[in-house]
DNA sequence: TAAAAATCAGGTAAAAACACGCGTATAATT
DNA sequence: AATTATACGCGTGTTTTTACCTGATTTTTA
């Protein structure tokens, strides 16, 4: 019987290893790499001469997001499967997730047998989410991709723009530095931040930090 | 030989069970109980007839987190070690587990040899801290415990009324609504948010809203 | 070609940031 | 007992920044 060939990849070490300590032992599983950020992963698996079935990818990482790596090896390697994992249940990033080719997705919270259930399953090709998941799928299918005002808890997209924005204000610039550090009108800027808002329903400066960093477009590890 | 005896408390379900699984194996450890929050946590000790030797407690979790449970089980259970785990190096938090009287302190990127490294030595009635912790500590000893400008990075703490508007505010709302809801002046909600500005050295809102989820104060699963 | 993104302009009002100062209560230290 | 430090409350200012509006042009992308 041919066992699942896996490969981790995961900032965190203790989990890391954590995780694989609880992976090895299943009977059909194979553990074939454990890497620590999604560069790493991509410059090794280059090398291998066999490829892993099932990659397990953490959503927040430096250097390279798990969004990031899907949309590289969607190119390079669609047959291996992708399950995302991820901290809080981030239904803005689900959409992003599934288009990057993701086959699955796991909220850290999950246990064990959730986690051999999903490798199993997207092994056979199928798709593993979570009811979370699902619900934002149907959400996002309504709205194909433009801005929204914040009654409902769909969400659409920043578009790269508003990303750089969004992550200058959460380094505390204020929107005239931002405009000399981007060589922009101020009112550009302030327009980029209130298109950000009414995409978000952010109030304020407060909540689009707390947007930011919930979506994983801002990393905080500053204090 | 006695094995030491070792309880472990963490929100995370799959970091929890991999710790687990990683300890377990350690010829003189014994994992006598694994825990998913504080709360739980406490009352299930209670009715322990033998008390675990070290606890690792997780510093992030819903309910109470680890330096609330720290507090209560220095009170009951003083000859318990405690252990904290965190995710960032947060530094100003570091006081905060001393006084509640943590015996050590370990971020959760540290690598398997370092966890039972830290178990030991507290086991041993000695201290675990990295280097982070021991200069944040040297420099809380500097400063007692009064605002600071932000230049070098000692932080001292805020106030209970002084969390509870940076609360306020990570929660999007306005001075002047902080002020009604707390039947207070604006002008006392304008003052408490320049000392937290000014103890945090923090530049603006992005600033304090990023400060409280990196040190716990605010726990953000809005999104 | 149509839609979306990015750019800029003008204005207004609210909110935040940053000066000061002033008073009271309370707890720790000398 | 007196001093000191600190938390907490409130006030008057000013300037900067944000929030929200309408409208427009150019470029990029689908």
Redesign the interface.
């Known amino acids: 019987m041919n066992k699942i060939k896996i490969a981790l990849v995961e ?5 890391r ?6 992976l090895k032992d299943v009977e059909d599983f194979e553990i074939m790499g454990v890497m620590e950020n999604g560069k790493i992963f991509l410059d090794k698996l280059a090398t291998y001469p066999v490829k892993p079935d099932v990659v397990l990818l953490d959503l927040n990482m430096p250097e390279m997001n798990g969004v990031e790596v899907s949309k590289v090896m969607q190119k390079k390697y669609p047959e291996i499967k992708i399950i995302i994992l991820t ?2 249940d ?3 990033f689900i959409n992003k997730m599934i288009e990057a080719g993701a086959a699955g997705y796991l909220v ?5 047998e959730e ?1 051999i259930h999903s490798i199993r399953t997207v092994y056979k090709s199928e798709f593993y989410f979570n009811e979370t998941a699902i619900k934002a799928m149907r959400n996002a299918s309504k709205h194909k991709g433009a801005l929204l005002q914040a009654n409902g808890n769909i969400q659409i997209e920043l578009t790269d723009r508003e990303k750089m924005i969004l992550q200058m ?4 610039f ?1 929107n005239s530095e931002i405009a000399e550090k981007l060589q922009l009108s101020t009112r550009t800027v302030d327009g980029h931040r209130n298109n950000i808002l009414a995409k978000t329903g ?10 930011a ?3 994983g477009i801002f990393e ?4």
Chains 1, 2 share one sequence.
Request: contains cysteine.
């Open positions: 900032d965190q070490r203790l989990f290893d954590g995780l694989h300590a609880l901290v809080y981030q239904e803005r850290k919270n999950c246990d064990l986690v204000i959460c380094k505390e204020t952010c109030r304020n400066t407060a909540g689009l930090v707390l947007y960093v919930n979506t905080s590890k500053l204090f």
